[in-house]
């Protein structure tokens, strides 16, 4: 129905956003909502999914990242939010590599997904991405400077809206004290990189 919002970001909250277009706001969940700044105006592709008891607006950086999410809520055991939580490492490539050439440990490292369910992404999707061409990640992520604290915190409540556990967030949660990182983007970034390993 909606193929992209483009409006101006009025709220950006841990696992979604707000654009207002022409005075209606829409709520958009976001693999990384750290990628948008309050304030400013964006374009949000977006994939509504309606279920017996609620309509959500799912929203992509770029047109790649909104094609492996469809390519990945096709396949069986993998719902929007788990989609979400993969997209989130921004490790597009890494994902497509992965999914091409076998490597069960990499996928499984996503909260929610199981050796099965990586077994069953690799078995649904290996060859669709190279026979559509390779896929590239969108511009860099836009930086923003506030209070270390409060972007750390902000990073940490994104991870859990993604899933992890608050056991898991705490084993990551004082290494990502001592980075003195910019903005919540780069904190669940970091965040990401040292869960998968």
């Known amino acids: 129905m909606f193929e992209y919002l483009s409006g101006l970001i009025t709220a950006v909250t841990p696992s979604y956003v707000v654009v207002d277009v022409n005075g ?14 309050e304030n400013q105006d964006a374009k949000v592709y977006v994939e509504q999914i309606v279920r017996d008891n609620e309509q959500s607006l799912y929203g992509f950086y770029d047109l790649n990242e909104k094609n492996i999410f469809l390519h990945l809520i096709s396949v069986s055991g993998i719902g929007p939010k788990s989609a979400l939580a993969i997209l989130a490492g ?10 091409e050439n076998d490597d069960v440990k990499f996928l499984t490292k996503f909260p929610k997904i199981g050796k099965k369910t990586a077994q069953q ?5 290996s060859g669709k991405f190279t026979a559509e061409g390779q896929m590239t990640l969108g511009e860099a992520p836009v930086e923003f400077s506030s209070g270390l604290s409060q972007e750390l915190e902000d990073g940490l409540a994104a991870l859990e809206s993604l899933g992890y556990s608050p056991k898991e967030i ?18 669940l970034r970091a965040g990401l990189k040292l869960l998968s390993k």
Request: aromatic share 8%; net charge negative.
């Open 24 to 37: 209606v706001g829409y709520k958009v969940q976001v693999a990384n909502p750290y990628r948008y700044e």
């Open 90 to 99: 921004q490790d597009l490539q890494g994902l497509i590599h992965a999914i």
């Open 121 to 125: 992404i690799i078995l649904d999707l």
């Open 170 to 187: 705490s084993k990551v949660k004082s290494t990502l004290e001592k980075e003195h990182l910019k903005s919540a983007d780069e904190y």
